[in-house]
């Protein structure tokens, strides 16, 4: 178990740090597939804490008026809160990363007919 600064005194856990090579691995076939999938991962991830944070922001304003750091990071959400709050996160993550699960096998337009003569239809 980890020691926490939080006041909340909630177990957290912690493993040691592991060196690897994830930074050389490749997961498809093309590596920079690798690394557009890996950006928008860690983006998205920033994204939703960004958003956790701002719904934690505007909570504490409604409830006291004003907020500081140290309040943020001390907030701990209801049950309910987290479960919607767990809920909205799935269909975040689902809304990011569901393109991939379709793969397209239509070129872009090729099914656009284009009705001027000077335009040539994608192939």
């Given amino acids: 178990m980890a020691k926490s600064s939080l006041k909340t005194g ?3 856990y912690a493993a040691e740090f592991v060196k ?9 076939d093309n590596p920079y597939i690798d690394s557009l999938i890996t950006s928008l ?11 956790r944070r701002m ?6 304003l409604e409830k006291n008026g004003a907020v500081t750091r140290d309040m943020i990071e001390q907030y ?6 987290a479960a919607l709050w ?6 975040f993550v689902a809304e990011v990363n569901d393109p ?7 070129p872009y337009a090729a099914s656009i ?10 192939l």
């Fill in 100 to 106: 991939f699960k379709e793969v397209g096998d239509l």
């Fill in 20 to 28: 690897a090579d994830y930074d050389r691995a490749v997961f498809t």
């Fill in 76 to 81: 701990q959400p209801t049950a309910e809160e």
């Fill in 113 to 122: 007919d284009v009705p001027h003569p000077g335009v040539k239809k994608a």
């Fill in 86 to 91: 767990r809920k909205e996160r799935n269909s």
């Fill in 41 to 51: 991962t860690a983006l998205s991830a920033n994204v939703w804490a960004i958003q």
């Fill in 10 to 12: 909630r177990e957290t």
């Fill in 55 to 60: 719904k934690i922001v505007e909570i504490l």
